[in-house]
C-alpha cells in the first residue's frame, strides 16, 4: 500500500511555480529552433529555385523541349490522333496511352527496344525514353 503525503505550503507553490516557468522555456527555445530551421529552409529553396530558373531558361533547355514536342508530334502522326487517350511526361520518359485497336507496329519500328510496350484489358501503355529521343533529334 502507497501513502502519499500531500504538503500544503509555500514549497509546493515554488515547485510548481519553477516547473511551469521551466516548460514555457522549453517551449520558447523550441519555437526559435523550428523559425530558424524553416528559415534556412526556405533559404535554400530559393536558391534551388534560382538555379532551376536559369537552367529551365537556357537555350539548351528549348532545343531540348523543341525536340521532345517535334517526336511527340511525329508518334501522334504514326499512331493515329483518334486512338491516344493521352501523352504525357513522367520519370524522364514520355507516355502515351492509347486504345487497345491501336496499331502500334509503326511505332515499334521506329523505337524498336526504346519503347516499353505493356498491353492491359482498357488500354495500351507506351513508354519511350527521353534520353534517347534527344540522342537521336539533337
Same mark, same amino acid.
Given at each position: 500500500?502507497?501513502?502519499?503525503?500531500? !504538503?500544503?505550503?509555500? @514549497?509546493? =507553490?515554488? #515547485?510548481?511555480?519553477?516547473? *511551469?516557468?521551466?516548460? &514555457?522555456?522549453?517551449? $520558447?527555445?523550441?519555437?526559435?529552433?523550428?523559425?530558424?530551421?524553416?528559415?534556412?529552409?526556405? !533559404?535554400?529553396?530559393? @536558391?534551388? =529555385?534560382? #538555379?532551376?530558373?536559369?537552367? *529551365?531558361?537556357?537555350? &539548351?533547355?528549348?532545343? $531540348?523541349?523543341?525536340?521532345?514536342?517535334?517526336?511527340?508530334?511525329?508518334?501522334?502522326?504514326?499512331?493515329?490522333?483518334?486512338?491516344?487517350?493521352?501523352?504525357?511526361?513522367?520519370?524522364?520518359?514520355?507516355? &502515351?496511352?492509347?486504345?487497345?485497336?491501336?496499331?502500334?507496329?509503326?511505332?515499334?519500328?521506329?523505337?524498336?527496344?526504346?519503347?516499353?510496350?505493356?498491353?492491359?484489358?482498357?488500354?495500351?501503355?507506351?513508354?519511350?525514353?527521353?534520353?534517347?529521343?534527344?540522342?537521336?533529334?539533337?
Amino acid at each position: 500500500m502507497i501513502v502519499l503525503v500531500q !504538503k500544503n505550503g509555500y @514549497k509546493r =507553490l515554488i #515547485i510548481r511555480s519553477l516547473s *511551469y516557468v521551466a516548460i &514555457i522555456i522549453m517551449f $520558447y527555445f523550441y519555437y526559435n529552433h523550428m523559425c530558424n530551421k524553416f528559415a534556412n529552409q526556405t !533559404k535554400t529553396l530559393k @536558391k534551388d =529555385l534560382n #538555379i532551376t530558373k536559369r537552367v *529551365y531558361n537556357s537555350p &539548351i533547355s528549348d532545343k $531540348y523541349e523543341n525536340a521532345i514536342y517535334k517526336e511527340a508530334v511525329s508518334i501522334v502522326d504514326l499512331l493515329g490522333q483518334q486512338y491516344i487517350i493521352s501523352m504525357k511526361i513522367v520519370n524522364k520518359r514520355l507516355l &502515351i496511352i492509347c486504345n487497345n485497336d491501336t496499331n502500334i507496329v509503326p511505332l515499334m519500328i521506329r523505337y524498336g527496344v526504346n519503347a516499353y510496350v505493356k498491353n492491359t484489358q482498357n488500354n495500351i501503355k507506351i513508354a519511350i525514353d527521353l534520353t534517347t529521343i534527344v540522342e537521336n533529334k539533337l
